[in-house]
T-cell receptor
Framework: DAKTTQPPSMDCAEGRAANLPCNHS???????VYWYRQIHSQGPQYIIH???NNETNEMASLIITEDRKSSTLILPHATLRDTAVYYC???????????????FGQGTTLQVKP | DSGVTQTPKHLITATGQRVTLRCSPR?????VYWYQQSLDQGLQFLIH???????AKGNILERFSAQQFPDLHSELNLSSLELGDSALYFC????????????FGPGTRLTVL
């Protein structure tokens, strides 16, 4: 699975959009970009994933650059409850390269401030 | 609520002891994953079971073992406990063996004194 690089911490004002970057310059063509978050020692929570196209769901939007070497998770209207560690994970989903596991890095600690 | 349950929530025990952590996956999910989260190591994958069979192992110690039962619940057994085994232990489940989207339980906090 490709390595990812995220800033260790970010701040965001409540009600504003939070844009969390992730670099994955060695990503392979069959690797997906996943985002999970962990709120203060709770179990990690799946947010969104994508392969090439931008994705949106009820929680967030995922913007993947055309060369797929980086991506941005967007929380459109951050609330205090979005304060968490956000993990960007790159992995294959099928075939011999898939082992089922998720490899978590250090993530980005997002602090949403009033 | 992810639908994954873990018991107990907290466990305090002494060095050298043995404990069993239990996980019930979401209804319909066949895969169960175990992860360990300690302060110095972050979230680490331990082991993956799919429909009762072991699929993948991570950096799981020989003192640790797991199994998945016919009703799909899973147990993680930790023996000869050491202080360094103190951590949060998470179970996750997914519907298929690829782990495309995993749903995590609330975790068991193990403290070894």
């Amino acid at each position: 699975d490709a390595k990812t690089t995220q800033p260790p911490s970010m701040d965001c004002a409540e009600g504003r959009a939070a844009n969390l970057p992730c670099n994955h310059s060695t990503i392979s063509g069959n690797e997906y970009v996943y985002w999970y978050r962990q709120i203060h020692s709770q179990g990690p929570q799946y947010i969104i994933h994508g392969l090439k196209n931008n994705e949106t769901n009820e929680m967030a939007s995922l913007i993947i650059t055309e060369d797929r070497k980086s991506s941005t998770l967007i929380l459109p209207h951050a609330t205090l409850r979005d304060t968490a560690v956000y993990y960007c994970i790159v992995r294959v989903n099928q075939g011999s390269g898939n082992t089922g596991k998720l490899i978590f890095g250090q993530g980005t600690t997002l602090q949403v401030k009033p | 609520d992810s639908g994954v349950t873990q018991t107990p929530k907290h466990l305090i025990t002494a060095t050298g002891q043995r404990v069993t952590l239990r996980c019930s996956p979401r209804s319909g999910d066949l895969s169960v994953y175990w992860y360990q989260q300690s302060l110095d190591q972050g979230l680490q994958f331990l082991i993956h079971y799919y429909n009762g069979e072991e699929r993948a192992k991570g950096n799981i110690l020989e003192r640790f073992s797991a199994q998945q039962f016919p009703d799909l619940h899973s147990e993680l057994n930790l023996s000869s406990l050491e202080l360094g085994d103190s951590a949060l232990y998470f179970c996750a489940s997914s519907v298929d063996p690829t782990g495309a989207t995993q749903y995590f339980g609330p975790g068991t906090r193990l403290t070894v004194l």
